[in-house]
């Protein structure tokens, strides 16, 4: 069975610093990896995936996440953060060699980005 | 990318009510699917709901608490029914954006929630 794991539900980081949101996975095979952001009394919104070939995805807002296979890790980083980028994000995945099987989203990780 | 409008966008409901949710999409698409997010957790998958033939439901959901309906291709409802507390929670409508790849890498894309509180 297809999980997906995002270790912290809250991630606190100074404006202007890097940030690292992070996901594992358990999935047969090479999945499809998602990242989704949901601002305040907003539904989700996609913010990049990995399919294949380079395993460093870049996306939108100056995301980036970093597909690595050996560590089944997806992590979310971002060069310098921003106020704005203060909200909650998704890890999420899929099977790639089944049609039929669902999307599975983390429980999520709260990020807040610190004036 | 679709353009998704869900209402009501929150509401606070009696115990043993029902409540209606709709959705609405600004394109065509084949399937819709239904999620619940509970207080501070994940997104669980309700059902999937296709234009012209009874929903698909995940297990721990039945159609008698959430019927829906898909009438046509760019409009479905969610009824919770019977509400009770433990039902207080984000719902959320989705439809698959179609990519270019395989289906397994379209993206979702989302209405913005309905909250609901059942006292």
């Known amino acids: 069975a297809q999980s997906v794991a995002q270790p912290e539900d809250q991630v606190n980081v100074a404006e202007g610093n890097p940030l690292t949101v992070k996901c594992t996975y358990s999935?047969?095979?090479?999945?499809?990896l998602f990242w989704y952001v949901q601002y305040p009394n907003r539904g989700l919104q996609f913010l990049l995936k990995?399919?294949?070939?380079?395993?460093l995805v870049k996306g939108s807002y100056g995301f980036e996440a970093e597909f690595n296979k050996s560590q089944t890790s997806f992590h979310l980083k971002k060069p310098s953060a921003l106020v704005s980028d203060s909200a909650l994000y998704f890890c999420?995945?899929?099977?790639?060699?089944?049609?039929?099987?669902?999307?599975?989203f983390g429980s999520g990780t709260r990020l807040s980005i610190r004036p | 990318s679709a353009v998704i409008s869900q209402k009501p966008s929150r509401d606070i409901c009696q115990r043993g009510t029902s409540l209606t949710i709709q959705c609405q999409v600004d394109?065509?698409?084949?399937?819709m699917f239904w999620y619940r997010q509970q207080p501070g957790q994940s997104l669980t998958l309700i059902a999937t709901a296709n234009q012209g033939s009874e929903a698909t439901y995940e297990s721990g959901f039945v159609i008698d608490k959430f019927p829906i309906s898909r009438p046509n291709l760019t409009f479905s409802t969610l009824t919770v029914s019977n509400m009770s507390p433990e039902d207080s929670s984000i719902y959320l409508c989705?439809?698959?954006?179609?990519?270019?790849?395989?289906?397994?890498?379209?993206?979702?894309?989302f209405g913005a929630g309905s909250r609901l509180t059942v006292l």
């Open positions: 989705s439809v698959e954006v179609a990519g270019t790849g395989a289906r397994g890498a379209n993206v979702l894309t």
């Open positions: 999935v047969s095979g090479n999945p499809y």
């Open positions: 999420a995945v899929r099977d790639r060699y089944s049609s039929a099987s669902k999307i599975i």
């Open positions: 394109s065509q698409v084949t399937m």
């Open positions: 990995y399919i294949t070939g380079d395993n």
